[in-house]
Nanobody, 125 residues
Framework: VQLQASGGGLVQAGGSLKLSCAVS????????MGWFRQALGKEREFVGAINWSGKNPYYRESLKGRFTISRDNDKNSVYLQMDSLRPEDTAVYFC???????????????????WGQGTLVTVSS
């Protein structure tokens, strides 16, 4: 199983980035997908998650309205559109796959069986 996150980089505050995560080695449409992030010196935190159908994604409360998760089951990919970026969004962003009975189990890192390597997002002030 491989999860390959890409799209990170350096962006000015107020700008946008779109992260992608290409997945192989599993039945993508059967998995919930999540995004997490980890800033330097901090614990990994939940960003958002999306179920197999792509409907009703979940977000960290503080990120609602700025971040959007989507998926394309035909391309075995999940995306994270990040708008109005702030310096505090600077972190390594990880995608992850979860085989869970309900989305409740996909709201925490412990629910995920597979993880990508992460992509660095740096937001300058």
């Amino acid at each position: 199983v491989q999860l390959q996150a890409s799209g990170g980089g350096l962006v000015q505050a107020g700008g946008s980035l779109k992260l992608s995560c290409a997945v192989s080695g599993l039945t993508f449409s059967s998995y919930a997908m999540g995004w997490f992030r980890q800033a330097l010196g901090k614990e990994r935190e939940f960003v958002g998650a999306i179920n197999w159908s792509g409907k009703n994604p979940y977000y960290r409360e503080s990120l609602k309205g700025r971040f959007t998760i989507s998926r394309d089951n035909d391309k075995n990919s999940v995306y994270l559109q990040m708008d109005s970026l702030r310096p505090e969004d600077t972190a390594v962003y990880f995608c992850a796959a979860a085989s869970v009975p309900t989305m409740l189990q996909a709201l925490g890192a412990q629910g995920y069986q597979y993880w990508g390597q992460g992509t660095l997002v740096t937001v300058s002030s």
